[in-house]
């Protein structure tokens, strides 16, 4: 079945770091790849997404590449701020009937120190 | 313009008991998914529905079920209630057919605790 495999966290950078959280899948066919932020106290907000290979997803300063020859769509910034500091989850949605279906992997915390 | 509202925040339940939660998904949604997020992990589909349907579900029992109405909002119910269902669930809603389906719209949950 499908599954997401992300780094292990917490990951703590100080301000203006350069962060990169890695992200593997395994999928059927051709998903669609995610990155989704979890602030304290806050539902799942979309942060970026890719829908096929070579696409790049980006806003707010984060980017990250779906690259299918190594089934990963990595996280990553430039310069991070105080108000980075969330979780991050990758995930992906098989194409076909479970479209709308999300595969979540575990999450990776981020703590920006001033 | 709402996003997805959810009700209640926050709940406490003994074990054996019953929880039901709803969710008014975003206007113009048409789609509700739940979603189980345990602590420290990420969150896992429960459930699919669409005009009033189940369509789709996950690696859940059949204590859970659930209900979809006329104007779209939906209902999770737990039977029978263990300690490891305390948890956060989410529900997301999005728009069938459109060209951004599969981007979910979530809600900031329901912290259900079970003593």
């Known amino acids: 079945g499908d599954s997401v495999t992300q780094m292990e966290g917490p990951v703590t950078l100080s301000e203006e770091a350069f962060l990169t959280i890695n992200c593997t899948y395994t999928?059927?066919?051709?998903?669609?790849l995610f990155w989704y932020v979890q602030y304290p106290g806050e539902g799942l907000q979309l942060l970026l997404k890719?829908?096929?290979?070579?696409d790049k997803g980006s806003n707010k300063g984060f980017e990250a590449t779906y690259r299918k020859e190594t089934t990963s769509f990595h996280l990553e910034k430039g310069s991070v701020q105080v108000s980075d500091s969330a979780v991050y989850f990758c995930?992906?949605?098989?194409?076909?009937?479970?479209?709308?279906?999300?595969?979540f992997g575990k999450g990776t915390k981020l703590s920006v120190i001033p | 313009d709402a996003g997805v509202t959810q009700s209640p925040t926050h709940l406490i339940k003994t074990r054996g008991q019953q929880v039901t939660l709803r969710c008014s998904p975003k206007?113009?949604?048409?789609?509700v998914s739940w979603y189980q997020q345990a602590l420290g992990q990420g969150p896992q589909f429960i459930f699919q529905?669409?005009?009033?349907?189940?369509?789709q579900r996950g690696n859940f029992p059949d204590r859970f079920s659930g209900h979809q109405f006329p104007n779209y909002s939906s209902e999770l119910n737990v039977n029978a209630l263990l300690l490891g269902d305390s948890a956060l669930y989410l529900c997301?809603?999005?728009?069938?057919?459109?060209?951004?389906?599969?981007?979910?719209?979530f809600g900031a949950g329901s912290r259900l605790t079970v003593l």
């Open positions: 997301a809603s999005s728009r069938r057919g459109s060209s951004g389906a599969n981007v979910l719209t």
């Open positions: 999928a059927t066919g051709y998903p669609s």
């Open positions: 890719a829908t096929k290979a070579d």
């Open positions: 995930a992906l949605s098989s194409s076909g009937a479970g479209s709308y279906q999300l595969t």
């Open positions: 206007s113009g949604h048409d789609t």
């Open positions: 529905y669409y005009e009033e349907e189940e369509r």
